[in-house]
């Protein structure tokens, strides 16, 4: 049986992915699964400065989710990956879900669901994003 050394952790994912890979191993890591996310149709033309769309699939959200942990709010690409995976909705659950939601979305980071909860606030009356028929109202 292996013995672990004093500085390896007991808790899955406590060390940062950049003690891990090297600068290549993370660079190759994060185009490929940000290849595997972008992997639909239109998926090339979406970035962190891209409006949410209340039309958009899963797929293009997660796509975004992705882009915006890893770039806004400067979390590695393993964790940025598996947040996108966890999101299961489409377009309008975006714009739809609470602080709280979000919250738990972001690994119970306040900084990281605030980042991308205020940017969806900001964006829900530009074009293709909540359409004028609905009113979302979010307190608390």
């Excluded at 039309?55 to 996108?84: D, H, N």
């Excluded at 909540?130 to 109202?137: D, K, L, W, Y």
């Amino acid at each position: 049986m292996a013995s672990r050394s004093s500085s390896e952790s007991e808790t899955p994912g406590e060390h940062s992915e950049s003690a891990l890979l090297s600068p290549y191993s993370k660079s190759r890591l994060a185009g490929y699964l940000e290849a595997e996310l972008r992997d639909f149709p239109g998926g090339d033309t979406i970035t962190t400065e891209s409006v949410p769309q209340w039309t958009w699939p899963r797929s293009a959200c997660r796509l975004w989710i992705f882009l915006m942990v890893l770039q806004k709010c400067e979390r590695g690409t393993i964790i940025a990956y598996e947040t996108a995976r966890k999101f299961n909705g489409f377009g309008p659950a975006l714009y739809i879900m609470f602080k709280s939601e979000w919250r738990s979305l972001l690994h119970d980071s306040p900084e990281d669901s605030m980042t991308i909860y205020y940017y969806l606030l900001a964006m829900r009356n530009e074009k293709g994003a909540v359409p004028p028929a609905f009113e979302i109202s979010h307190c608390c």
